[in-house]
């Protein structure tokens, strides 16, 4: 296992910004209410006594990792996420091989959107639970990141937040009335660059409510929803022979064709101009 400084961690030691970190940063994307952030260390190694300014969640993805705070010493395998609140200072220590890591980072705006949603849990880590593999999904979403990624990874990010809450709210037994207006305005507008926050306001809830909900009746996430709702309108539309594919990813909010051809043959498993073959 790693081994750990053998000192006391003091009261102070340097504060790591959002997006700060010891070790080499693979990929990072950026919203206002989340940092993702791939980090690899080549080799083991000691790190020095910080803490982070931000609370975030920190996926182990390959090696051995051990941290020491308010007097205990956590040793993590792979697949453990843990979640520190902002300002725990730690000294922790990266095993003998190296080791990559997965952080999701709460900005300003992401801190402020938790603390009204209800009282935080304390640090704490967990192995083959929920939490983990929403960490996987997101880790995903980073490493194939797309135009239309940033609403995933927000939908993903908030349920992800939800699982820090002491007393997260429960999602109700039957569909809430304002989860079928929200669904309405997502088939109304399928080329709009929805979010969130934006839905959730207009629906009367709070963002982490309201993907935990959704998630409930649609078995995915917003992002996600609106991903494949595209695809199948993308579908019926390729049956038509007056639609071009430009025309298609236009229509229904893609970046450009390219785009529409990455996501179309993501969902289907073939690109949109077979699939209209397939259907002549």
């Known amino acids: 296992m790693p081994v750990l400084n053998e000192h006391k961690v003091p009261a102070g030691g340097r504060d790591l910004s959002a997006g700060e970190f010891y070790g080499e940063v693979l990929r990072t994307q950026a919203a206002s209410q989340f940092v993702l952030s791939e980090i690899s260390h080549a080799r083991g190694r000691a790190l020095p006594t910080h803490a982070h300014r931000a609370a975030y969640f920190s996926l182990l993805v390959d090696g051995r990792y051990a941290e020491r705070y308010d007097g205990r010493c956590h040793e993590y395998e792979p697949l453990t996420v843990w979640w520190h609140r902002p300002g725990v200072v730690h000294d922790d ?48 979403e980073l490493r194939q990141w797309r135009p239309c990624s940033t609403l995933v990874a927000e939908s993903l990010a908030l349920e992800l937040a939800g699982c820090a809450l002491r007393h997260a709210e429960r ?26 926050a934006a839905l959730a306001r207009e629906a009367g809830v709070h963002p982490v409510h309201l993907a935990a909900v959704f ?59 077979a699939f209209r073959r397939l259907l002549a």
């Open 93 to 140: 220590a990266v095993g003998t091989g190296g080791g990559r890591f997965f952080n999701v980072e709460l900005t300003a705006g992401g801190t402020q959107l938790l603390a009204q949603a209800g009282p935080s849990r304390r640090d704490f880590h967990e192995e083959r639970t929920r939490v983990v593999w929403l960490a996987c999904r997101l880790l995903r």
């Open 171 to 196: 999602p109700p037994s039957s569909p809430p009335g304002w989860l079928a207006r929200v669904v309405q305005q997502l088939h109304d507008e399928p080329h709009r660059r929805h979010s969130t």
């Open 215 to 273: 998630r409930r009746f649609h078995r995915q996430s917003v992002g996600e929803y609106v991903r494949t709702m595209r695809v199948r309108q993308a579908a019926l539309l390729l049956r038509r022979g007056d639609v071009s594919l430009a025309q298609a990813a236009v229509l229904l909010g893609f970046a450009d064709q390219a785009h529409f051809t990455r996501v179309f043959g993501g969902v289907v498993g073939m690109p949109p101009g």
